[in-house]
């Protein structure tokens, strides 16, 4: 838990208003509230949490006949996220062991005692958040959904923001790495979410999303129509993305073969001891640097 005055350093130094792109000023409203002092826009506090969505977030549902009938669009995708899901917690044991066995194996290809911050973009119920600080000192969260930050466990801390991944509020180069667990195919257009975790990295982003090719993942998208995005992220797919991001590639694997919020204990156990890497794993992800001259 930070201090008033540790937080109050921390928001000087790296957040930006989202209406005129100056950075925030901490006044005496902190920690009930902001206040930006070029264009006098507040941005409340709840119980840790700072909200700089209200009346920010832009409207690009996609209105296509198809993406009314059989798709999604970012319309649905809040809608879907607002309403409270059976969403298992950071504690539950197969969540943890999910999450400890992804972290524990992109340790040995990433250079985490170079990382000193980082912000988890699309946090959801927080535990991509929570367990990411065993390996990061400083970790904020961000989300565009205050039901799932309602159940964040670091919503205390103050360094939790509900706002649009289409326009972070940070400066530019805050943060050593920038990372999203299976965020990206929850928005109609990605590469302006990427552009943002471009501009507040000052060097790695990690992108991981679910594996179409993993027969499970494929069928769920077809099922769940708030999940048909899925199908954008083969790897080829997603290495292109990058790449027209001007990023270098650093890793790009495939694996894993639990599920977080379905998978029963007694089968994790199990699918723990398979060999994590595969072409068929659930998840999809890469590793990638900003270039030189960004």
Same mark, same amino acid.
């Given at each position: 838990?930070?201090?008033?005055?540790? +937080?109050?350093? @921390?928001?000087?130094?790296?957040?930006?208003?989202?209406?005129?792109?100056?950075? =925030?000023?901490?006044?005496?409203?902190?920690?009930?509230?902001?206040?930006?002092?070029?264009?006098?826009?507040?941005?409340?506090?709840?119980?840790?949490? =700072?909200?700089?969505? /209200?009346?920010? #977030?832009?409207?690009?549902?996609?209105?296509?006949?198809?993406?009314?009938?059989?798709?999604?669009?970012?319309?649905?995708?809040?809608?879907?996220?607002?309403? !409270?899901?059976?969403? *298992?917690?950071?504690?539950?044991?197969?969540?943890?062991? %999910?999450?400890?066995?992804?972290?524990?194996?992109?340790?040995?290809?990433?250079?985490? #005692?170079?990382?000193?911050?980082?912000? !988890?973009?699309?946090?959801?119920?927080?535990?991509?958040?929570?367990?990411?600080? @065993?390996?990061?000192?400083?970790?904020?969260?961000? !989300?565009?959904?205050?039901?799932?930050?309602?159940?964040?466990?670091?919503?205390?801390?103050?360094?939790?923001?509900?706002?649009?991944?289409?326009? &972070?509020? %940070?400066?530019?180069?805050? %943060? !050593?790495?920038?990372?999203?667990?299976?965020?990206?195919?929850?928005?109609?257009?990605? *590469?302006?979410?990427?552009?943002? +975790?471009?501009?507040?990295?000052?060097?790695?982003?990690?992108?991981? /999303?679910?594996?179409?090719?993993?027969?499970?993942?494929?069928?769920?998208? &077809?099922?769940? *129509?708030?999940?048909?995005?899925?199908?954008?992220?083969?790897?080829? @797919?997603?290495?292109?993305?990058?790449?027209?991001?001007?990023?270098?590639?650093?890793?790009?694997?495939?694996?894993?073969?639990?599920?977080?919020?379905?998978?029963?204990?007694?089968?994790?156990?199990?699918?723990? @001891?398979?060999?994590?890497?595969?072409? %068929?794993? =659930?998840?999809?992800?890469?590793?990638?640097?900003?270039?030189?001259? #960004?």
């Amino acid at each position: 838990m930070h201090s008033s005055q540790e +937080m109050t350093a @921390k928001i000087e130094k790296c957040l930006q208003c989202p209406t005129c792109l100056e950075p =925030i000023q901490a006044t005496p409203l902190f920690p009930t509230g902001l206040h930006c002092n070029v264009c006098q826009k507040k941005f409340p506090v709840v119980d840790g949490v =700072i909200d700089f969505k /209200e009346g920010h #977030e832009k409207e690009k549902d996609a209105n296509s006949l198809i993406q009314r009938v059989i798709g999604t669009n970012d319309g649905r995708q809040r809608d879907y996220w607002q309403n !409270d899901g059976c969403y *298992r917690n950071y504690a539950h044991p197969v969540v943890e062991k %999910f999450a400890l066995q992804r972290l524990s194996y992109l340790a040995k290809l990433f250079p985490f #005692e170079k990382i000193k911050s980082a912000l !988890d973009v699309g946090c959801g119920n927080g535990f991509s958040t929570y367990y990411m600080k @065993k390996y990061v000192q400083e970790v904020w969260g961000l !989300d565009s959904s205050s039901a799932m930050l309602s159940h964040h466990p670091l919503r205390g801390e103050g360094m939790l923001l509900i706002a649009d991944a289409r326009s &972070i509020p %940070f400066n530019d180069k805050t %943060f !050593d790495l920038v990372y999203g667990w299976e965020a990206l195919h929850h928005i109609s257009n990605p *590469r302006e979410v990427l552009l943002e +975790m471009i501009r507040v990295s000052k060097r790695y982003l990690l992108i991981i /999303e679910p594996n179409p090719v993993n027969i499970a993942q494929f069928l769920f998208a &077809i099922v769940d *129509r708030e999940h048909r995005w899925v199908f954008r992220y083969r790897l080829s @797919k997603m290495r292109l993305m990058l790449r027209n991001c001007n990023l270098k590639i650093l890793a790009v694997k495939s694996g894993g073969w639990i599920f977080p919020n379905k998978t029963p204990l007694w089968l994790s156990s199990f699918l723990q @001891k398979i060999p994590y890497e595969s072409s %068929f794993g =659930i998840s999809n992800w890469i590793l990638a640097e900003k270039s030189e001259n #960004e």
